[in-house]
Protein backbone atom coordinates (compact mmCIF):
# COMPACT_ATOMS: atom_id res chain seq x y z
CA UNK A 1 0.00 0.00 0.00
CA UNK A 2 0.85 3.43 -0.86
CA UNK A 3 1.92 5.84 2.00
CA UNK A 4 -0.49 8.26 0.99
CA UNK A 5 -3.10 5.74 0.76
CA UNK A 6 -2.27 5.03 4.82
CA UNK A 7 -2.35 8.39 5.72
CA UNK A 8 -5.51 10.06 3.91
CA UNK A 9 -7.71 10.78 6.61
CA UNK A 10 -4.89 12.53 8.51
CA UNK A 11 -3.32 14.23 4.79
CA UNK A 12 -7.28 15.72 4.86
CA UNK A 13 -6.77 17.31 8.67
CA UNK A 14 -4.53 20.13 6.65
CA UNK A 15 -6.18 23.02 5.48
CA UNK A 16 -3.01 24.32 3.45
CA UNK A 17 -2.50 21.55 0.75
CA UNK A 18 1.01 23.34 0.38
CA UNK A 19 1.63 22.22 3.39
CA UNK A 20 -0.29 18.77 3.28
CA UNK A 21 2.20 18.47 0.25
CA UNK A 22 4.97 18.74 2.44
CA UNK A 23 3.61 16.27 4.84
CA UNK A 24 3.22 13.71 2.14
CA UNK A 25 7.09 15.05 1.53
CA UNK A 26 7.97 13.63 5.09
CA UNK A 27 5.85 10.95 5.26
CA UNK A 28 7.76 9.74 2.34
CA UNK A 29 11.06 10.15 3.75
CA UNK A 30 10.35 8.85 7.14
CA UNK A 31 11.83 5.01 8.12
CA UNK A 32 9.71 2.29 7.30
CA UNK A 33 10.16 0.97 10.72
CA UNK A 34 7.81 4.40 11.61
CA UNK A 35 5.45 1.84 10.48
CA UNK A 36 5.69 -1.23 11.94
CA UNK A 37 7.39 -1.08 15.15
CA UNK A 38 5.58 -0.66 18.77
CA UNK A 39 5.36 2.67 20.11
CA UNK A 40 6.69 1.24 22.74
CA UNK A 41 9.33 -2.02 23.26
CA UNK A 42 8.04 -2.91 27.10
CA UNK A 43 4.47 -1.94 26.30
CA UNK A 44 5.13 -0.03 29.74
CA UNK A 45 4.00 3.42 28.51
CA UNK A 46 1.06 3.31 25.76
CA UNK A 47 -1.93 1.54 25.66
CA UNK A 48 -2.64 -1.13 23.61
CA UNK A 49 -3.52 -0.16 20.31
CA UNK A 50 0.00 1.45 19.90
CA UNK A 51 1.62 -2.07 21.24
CA UNK A 52 2.46 -5.00 18.64
CA UNK A 53 3.36 -4.31 14.82
CA UNK A 54 2.51 -0.79 13.41
CA UNK A 55 1.67 0.37 16.96
CA UNK A 56 4.24 3.59 16.54
CA UNK A 57 1.77 4.04 13.53
CA UNK A 58 -1.26 4.02 15.27
CA UNK A 59 -0.19 6.70 18.29
CA UNK A 60 1.12 9.01 15.80
CA UNK A 61 -1.97 8.78 14.13
CA UNK A 62 -4.12 9.33 17.58
CA UNK A 63 -1.62 11.99 18.70
CA UNK A 64 -2.50 13.68 15.32
CA UNK A 65 -6.32 12.75 15.69
CA UNK A 66 -6.53 14.29 19.44
CA UNK A 67 -4.59 17.10 18.12
CA UNK A 68 -7.51 17.62 15.51
CA UNK A 69 -10.09 17.13 17.56
CA UNK A 70 -8.86 19.88 20.26
CA UNK A 71 -8.44 22.24 17.10
CA UNK A 72 -11.88 21.82 16.17
CA UNK A 73 -13.48 23.15 19.59
CA UNK A 74 -13.44 26.95 19.12
CA UNK A 75 -12.81 27.58 23.03
CA UNK A 76 -8.93 25.76 22.19
CA UNK A 77 -8.65 26.50 18.31
CA UNK A 78 -9.64 29.70 17.74
CA UNK A 79 -6.61 30.36 19.84
CA UNK A 80 -4.40 29.08 16.81
CA UNK A 81 -4.01 30.56 13.50
CA UNK A 82 -4.94 28.24 10.40
CA UNK A 83 -1.48 27.59 9.88
CA UNK A 84 -0.20 26.82 13.18
CA UNK A 85 -3.10 24.79 13.46
CA UNK A 86 -1.54 22.68 10.50
CA UNK A 87 1.72 22.72 11.55
CA UNK A 88 1.03 21.33 15.09
CA UNK A 89 -0.65 18.27 13.30
CA UNK A 90 2.03 18.11 11.07
CA UNK A 91 4.06 18.07 13.79
CA UNK A 92 2.26 15.72 15.81
CA UNK A 93 1.74 12.95 13.47
CA UNK A 94 5.70 12.64 12.22
CA UNK A 95 7.14 13.40 16.04
CA UNK A 96 8.06 10.33 16.69
CA UNK A 97 9.45 9.23 12.84
CA UNK A 98 12.77 9.10 14.15
CA UNK A 99 12.19 7.24 17.61
CA UNK A 100 14.75 4.27 16.92
CA UNK A 101 17.52 7.09 15.17
CA UNK A 102 18.22 6.39 11.49
CA UNK A 103 19.86 4.25 10.47
CA UNK A 104 17.45 2.18 12.92
CA UNK A 105 18.92 1.08 15.87
CA UNK A 106 17.77 -1.58 18.48
CA UNK A 107 16.21 0.95 21.22
CA UNK A 108 14.42 3.62 21.26
CA UNK A 109 16.93 6.87 20.82
CA UNK A 110 16.41 9.35 23.86
CA UNK A 111 17.10 12.35 21.64
CA UNK A 112 14.39 11.02 19.07
CA UNK A 113 12.58 14.24 19.46
CA UNK A 114 15.87 16.50 18.82
CA UNK A 115 16.74 14.22 15.66
CA UNK A 116 13.21 14.35 14.37
CA UNK A 117 12.75 18.06 14.43
CA UNK A 118 16.26 18.44 12.90
CA UNK A 119 15.63 15.82 10.01
CA UNK A 120 12.67 18.39 9.61
CA UNK A 121 15.49 21.68 9.36
CA UNK A 122 18.03 19.87 7.80
CA UNK A 123 15.51 18.61 4.96
CA UNK A 124 13.47 21.54 4.61
CA UNK A 125 13.93 21.84 1.08
CA UNK A 126 13.47 18.99 -0.48
CA UNK A 127 10.16 18.67 2.05
CA UNK A 128 8.74 22.25 0.61
CA UNK A 129 8.44 24.16 3.74
CA UNK A 130 9.94 28.03 4.52
CA UNK A 131 12.84 28.56 7.10
CA UNK A 132 10.10 29.97 9.06
CA UNK A 133 7.15 26.94 9.48
CA UNK A 134 10.56 24.36 9.78
CA UNK A 135 11.64 26.14 12.58
CA UNK A 136 8.20 25.95 13.96
CA UNK A 137 7.85 22.46 13.55
CA UNK A 138 11.15 21.89 14.86
CA UNK A 139 10.38 23.82 18.30
CA UNK A 140 7.10 21.64 19.00
CA UNK A 141 8.32 18.35 17.94
CA UNK A 142 12.29 18.31 19.72
CA UNK A 143 9.67 19.45 23.25
CA UNK A 144 7.21 16.95 22.39
CA UNK A 145 8.25 14.75 25.66
CA UNK A 146 7.65 17.32 28.02
CA UNK A 147 9.08 17.30 31.57
CA UNK A 148 10.86 13.79 30.74
CA UNK A 149 14.03 15.56 29.66
CA UNK A 150 16.50 13.30 31.83
CA UNK A 151 17.97 10.39 29.95
CA UNK A 152 18.70 7.15 31.74
CA UNK A 153 22.15 8.11 33.13
CA UNK A 154 20.56 11.68 34.63
CA UNK A 155 21.36 13.60 31.54
CA UNK A 156 19.39 16.84 30.91
CA UNK A 157 19.23 15.90 27.10
CA UNK A 158 15.89 17.69 26.28
CA UNK A 159 14.13 21.03 26.37
CA UNK A 160 11.00 21.25 28.15
CA UNK A 161 8.17 22.87 26.24
CA UNK A 162 7.75 27.10 26.97
CA UNK A 163 5.29 27.95 24.42
CA UNK A 164 1.97 27.44 24.04
CA UNK A 165 2.34 25.40 20.67
CA UNK A 166 5.03 23.39 22.03
CA UNK A 167 2.87 22.87 25.56
CA UNK A 168 -0.28 22.01 23.21
CA UNK A 169 1.78 19.62 21.00
CA UNK A 170 3.34 17.85 24.17
CA UNK A 171 -0.40 17.30 25.52
CA UNK A 172 -1.74 15.93 22.73
CA UNK A 173 1.29 12.92 22.36
CA UNK A 174 0.76 12.32 26.44
CA UNK A 175 -2.89 11.90 25.62
CA UNK A 176 -2.41 9.72 22.89
CA UNK A 177 0.02 7.59 25.49
CA UNK A 178 -2.57 7.64 28.13
CA UNK A 179 -3.64 3.69 29.02
CA UNK A 180 -7.10 4.89 30.33
CA UNK A 181 -7.75 6.39 26.53
CA UNK A 182 -8.24 3.90 23.93
CA UNK A 183 -8.56 5.05 20.43
CA UNK A 184 -10.54 2.61 18.26
CA UNK A 185 -8.38 1.34 14.76
CA UNK A 186 -9.66 -0.69 12.07
CA UNK A 187 -7.75 -3.65 10.30
CA UNK A 188 -6.11 -1.16 7.82
CA UNK A 189 -4.26 1.24 11.26
CA UNK A 190 -7.72 4.09 10.77
CA UNK A 191 -9.06 5.61 13.09
CA UNK A 192 -12.61 3.65 12.85
CA UNK A 193 -14.62 6.76 14.54
Same mark, same amino acid.
Given at each position: ????????????? #? *????????? $?? #??????????????????????????? *???? $????????? #?????????????????????????? =?????????????? &?? /???????????????? &??? #???????????????? /?????? /? /????? *??? =????????????????? $??????? =????????????
Amino acid at each position: MEREEIFLDELSY #I *NDEELSNCL $LN #IINMLPDYWLEEAASSTGKYHPEYALG *NGGL $LRHSKAAMR #IGYELLSNPAIGDKYSSREKDLMLMA =LLVHDGLKLGMPKE &KY /TRFDHPILMGQFILDN &KDE #IGLSVEDAEFMNSVIK /THMGPW /T /TDYNG *NEV =LEKPKTKYQNFVHMCDF $LASRKCL =LVPFDENNNISV
